[in-house]
């Protein structure tokens, strides 16, 4: 079994930043992708930023420019940061990992969530 432990959100002010961390722990053999999701109200849930399997990253056009992802594999972490944010941006986190298990299985586990709120 694989939990993913999300860390970070809250409220921020227009134009502020904000630091989203995700640590993976469980029966974890390897991790092949991990990254971050969010869903705002109404909405479907979008891909925001994650390291693909090979190691590329990808960002969505909306947050291209202002946002870094990064990753620590020894400590199955990764961290978001988001910077010049906006109301837009209002939403649920979620971290996402791609998991092969001790067990060989492979399966995608999603965080709880965490909201962020950008508002004045």
């Known amino acids: 079994q694989v939990q993913l432990v999300e860390s970070g959100g809250g409220l921020v002010q227009p134009g502020g930043s904000l630091r989203l961390s995700c640590t993976a722990s469980?029966?974890?053999?390897?991790?092949?992708?991990m990254g971050w999701y969010r869903q705002a109200p109404g909405k479907e849930r979008e891909l925001v930023a994650a390291?693909?399997?090979?190691?590329?990253?990808i960002f969505a056009d909306s947050v291209k420019g202002r946002s870094t992802i990064s990753r620590d594999n020894a400590k199955n972490t990764v961290s978001l940061q988001m910077n010049n944010l906006g109301p837009e941006d209002t939403a649920v986190y979620y971290c996402?990992?791609?998991?092969?298990?001790?067990?060989?299985?492979?399966?995608?586990?999603w965080g709880q969530g965490t909201q962020v709120t950008v508002s004045s």
């Open positions: 996402n990992a791609a998991v092969m298990t001790t067990g060989r299985s492979t399966a995608l586990y």
């Open positions: 469980g029966s974890i053999f390897s991790i092949n992708a």
């Open positions: 390291f693909a399997s090979g190691g590329t990253t």
